[in-house]
T-cell receptor, first 112, second 112 residues
Framework: GDSVTQMEGPVTLSEEAFLTINCTYT??????LFWYVQYPGEGLQLLLK?????DKGSNKGFEATYRKETTSFHLEKGSVQVSDSAVYFC???????????FGKGTRLHILP | EAGVAQSPRYKIIEKRQSVAFWCNPI?????LYWYQQILGQGPKLLIQ????????DSQLPKDRFSAERLKGVDSTLKIQPAKLEDSAVYLC??????????FGPGTRLTVL
């Protein structure tokens, strides 16, 4: 079945560092890909998405490119802030339905 | 626009007790989801409603879990009797059919 694998955390960086969180997926069809963020004490929020190969999703300085050849959707940000500290989930949803399959999440700590 | 509301935010019970969670989706959202998020894992779909009908409950442990969505608006999720392994965050989400899911803040359940 479909699945999502993302790098284990926690990831600890200093403010203004470059961030990469790796995500790869397995799917039978042509899924849409997502990154969700969960700030402490809050629910999941959609951070960005891409619906087809080579699409780039971006939001709040974060970017991720849908790479069909490597089945990847890595999350990047050029300069992280303390306020980016949260748990980040990579996820996919097949076109045939709207069910979301999540990775295990990566906890990010940004030090001032 | 008000978001997805859930209550209670926290619940502590003894094993074999019963517990119920409540969710009020965003107004007009026909689709409602309940997810279970165990510590260190991504959310896992338990049940999906379309209006007041069940679309998918294949991952719901029906011997102890039940859910209903009367009148196609609010929903309750019940666990009876609870086990230690039910300790998790229970997330409710809603969406317009085929569009982005919006998540509530979740209910953190601890079973002692």
């Amino acid at each position: 079945g479909d699945s999502v694998t993302q790098m284990e955390g926690p990831v600890t960086l200093s403010e203004e560092a470059f961030l990469t969180i790796n995500c790869t997926y397995t799917a039978t069809g042509y899924p849409s890909l997502f990154w969700y963020v969960q700030y402490p004490g809050e629910g999941l929020q959609l951070l960005l998405k891409a619906t087809k190969a080579d699409d780039k999703g971006s939001n709040k300085g974060f970017e991720a490119t849908y790479r069909k050849e490597t089945t990847s959707f890595h999350l990047e940000k050029g300069s992280v802030q303390v306020s980016d500290s949260a748990v980040y989930f990579c996820a996919l949803s097949e076109v045939r339905d709207d069910k979301i399959i999540f990775g295990k999440g990566t906890r990010l700590h940004i030090l001032p | 626009e008000a978001g997805v509301a859930q209550s209670p935010r926290y619940k502590i019970i003894e094993k074999r007790q019963s517990v119920a969670f409540w969710c009020n989706p965003i107004s007009g959202h026909a689709t409602l989801y309940w997810y279970q998020q165990i510590l260190g894992q991504g959310p896992k779909l338990l049940i999906q409603f379309q209006n007041n009908g069940v679309v998918d409950d294949s991952q719901l442990p029906k011997d102890r879990f039940s859910a209903e969505r009367l009148k196609g608006v609010d929903s309750t999720l019940k666990i009876q009797p609870a086990k230690l392994e039910d300790s998790a965050v229970y997330l409710c989400a809603s969406s317009l059919e085929g569009y982005e899911q919006f998540f509530g803040p979740g209910t953190r359940l601890t079973v002692l």
